[in-house]
């Protein structure tokens, strides 16, 4: 699908300072820094303090994407936050940065598309803009899934990390043009990635204390075969929408979620590794918030500039995929 009269005006991200290394993990479970970098890609991850929920790291992402972007609070009209690690089941981590950034005119909700859902949240609220009802948004993907990690899990506990990354959507002024959108779910396969306590299913109890059903489940090689196919997929469904070929991508962001994945994507669409931005060695897997901090990352680096084209690919939990095509 497209929408192109859509465009980012700004970025913003938000990572904690607290800084896990794989030789820490190391004294916490039974692995070593080898075995994750050359499965994972991951050296570093970031980890929130005690007390520091998804709101104050989506809050802190949002100021700097409105800073960015030259508005102020008040003029939001839509908010919507993408997260797993929500503060609670109500009322929303949307409406909680909505009361922490003071945007008193936004409408604020929560999306879950697990680690699609900063792909969910642009295709979302660029149909909201689409149709005039309102005109701008702030989408943020955040996670602390330091909260949920099972840190007596070494198949799981190595590769995720907490942060937050935010843009500003607004109707296009120039060259940025949101040119194509594919998303996707199949709760078929839901049980190979998620997290059975808590809610109604298995409500909170000692027993789901005991049985530490209130962390992160994953079958990690069923979820890597079909994460390298759907993402394969959506992404091409994307570019034929938009009209274009692999060659035209100036640079690709997907999910950081394990570096074997990107490459495989990349080495399906024959591009070169410098069209492929990677920052997943410092961050890890940060769900829905890994596309949002990639590209923020990238634009201030400068690997991103006005009028490039930039493909976006996203695979989660659900399970969900989703894809982008976007002129900046």
């Not at 508005?71 to 009361?99: H, K, N």
Request: glycine letters at 10%.
């Amino acid at each position: 699908m497209s929408v192109a009269h859509i465009e980012i005006k700004s970025t913003g991200v938000y990572v904690p300072e607290k800084v896990l290394t794989n030789i820490e993990l190391e004294k916490m479970v039974d692995t070593s820094d080898e075995w994750i970098t050359s499965r994972t890609g991951i050296s570093t991850r970031r980890i929130a303090v005690d007390g520091e929920a998804t709101s104050d790291l989506a809050y802190k992402a949002g100021l700097v994407a409105l800073e960015k972007a030259g508005m102020t609070p008040d003029e939001l009209e839509l908010i919507i936050v993408a997260t797993i690690t929500p503060d609670m089941f109500f009322p929303s981590t949307g409406c909680i940065v909505q009361d922490k950034l003071g945007a008193k005119n936004a409408v604020a909700m929560d999306i879950n598309a697990a680690c699609s859902g900063y792909i969910f949240s642009l295709a979302i609220g660029s149909r909201f803009l689409e149709t005039g009802t309102y005109k701008n948004a702030l989408i943020i993907g955040a996670e602390k899934l330091s909260c949920i990690t099972d840190w007596k899990d070494r198949n799981t506990c190595v590769l995720f990390g907490d942060g937050a990354g935010a843009a500003i959507i607004t109707p296009s002024n120039g060259e940025g043009k949101l040119l194509a959108f594919d998303l996707g779910s199949d709760g078929s396969y839901g049980d190979l990635l998620y997290l059975p306590g808590g809610g109604s299913r298995n409500p909170a109890s000692k027993e789901t204390v005991e049985n530490r059903l209130h962390y992160i489940k994953m079958d990690g090689n069923p979820v890597f075969k079909i994460a390298v196919n759907k993402m394969m997929a959506t992404f091409k469904k994307s570019l034929k929408a938009a009209g274009l070929k692999p060659d035209d991508i100036s640079v690709l962001i997907t999910h950081q979620a394990n570096l074997r994945i990107i490459e495989a994507l990349r080495s399906f669409l024959k591009l070169p590794k410098e069209k492929v931005f990677v920052n997943i060695e410092k961050y890890g897997n940060t769900s829905a918030a890994s596309i949002g901090i990639a590209l923020h990352e990238a634009c201030e680096k400068k690997i991103i500039k006005r009028g490039d084209i930039i493909g976006l690919a996203a695979f989660g939990g659900g399970l969900t995929w989703g894809s982008a095509i976007i002129q900046y």
